[in-house]
């Protein structure tokens, strides 16, 4: 019976995944399971509530994020998408490898830094990176059909995860790197952050190469004009006109002639 009271605080774990199967809101529904884990642990309502308001106090940084999404909000409806087109498009010289394979290597470097939240997909992607794109794609002489546009902005967002997934390793304050080395500390293998850091430094460089490879076999796929695999476009469409229109075969009339006695 003692062991088992020692479980009850996991009610809130339950709680959790009974919300989130139901769709409810993440908020109340973390802050109930709170409460019901207090509650199991033998707190009461005002120590519960007196826990809960100093863990806000003190983890409010990660709401910085918050503030960016009206803020992009409000450059969007500016026009920051349609200055980004114009802007890029006023430069002949910028193509569409050169835009993601540039952006590619300072994703890689700024993670490299720990600066991961410099950039990325709600900040960086789709208010800037995602338009710069499909401009510098629509060099080739053509506007882009609606598969092509979905193909360069799903690239572009690709570019950022690999950048930022296969730069971070390389920062020595991450926290994979140091549940690395406690893995390694449990069977006593002694490796110092650094360490671990710099071995990853071969895997972000290939993995630079090998996206900047597949970077231009994708742009040079989109300025001849055949859509991806993923991305190929409708019936109706430039590149794929709608079937024609078989008319359906009338069956042939035989005319006879008029027998001598009509």
Known sequence: MIALLHYLPLLGVLVVVAGFALRFNPVPVVVVAGIVS?????????????LLGTSFVSERALLLFVLTLP???????????????????????????????????????????????????????????????????EKRGAALNDG????????????????LFFGEDVFIALGAVLLIQGFYAQHGIEL???????WALPTAIAAFIIHAIRTVLFARQISRGVPPPSASPGPGTARDPAPP??????????????????
């Open 148 to 163: 092509e546009r979905n193909a360069v902005r799903a690239f572009s967002a690709a570019t950022d995860n690999i950048g």
């Open 38 to 50: 207090g509650l199991a642990a033998g707190k009461s309502i005002g120590d519960i509530l007196a």
């Open 71 to 137: 803020a992009i909000g409000v450059l969007e409806r500016a026009g920051l998408r349609e200055h980004a087109r114009n802007w890029i498009a006023s430069l002949r010289s910028l193509t569409l490898p050169r835009l993601l394979i540039a952006y590619l290597g300072l994703r890689q470097i700024l993670s490299m830094l720990g600066l991961t939240s410099v950039a990325g997909q709600a900040q960086t992607v789709r208010p800037l990176l995602a338009p710069m794109a499909e401009a510098a794609a």
């Open 192 to 198: 110092q952050p650094l360490q671990i850091a710099l």
């Open 245 to 262: 229109v078989v008319q359906p075969s009338l069956p042939a009339v035989r005319l006879r002639a008029p027998d001598a006695g009509e």
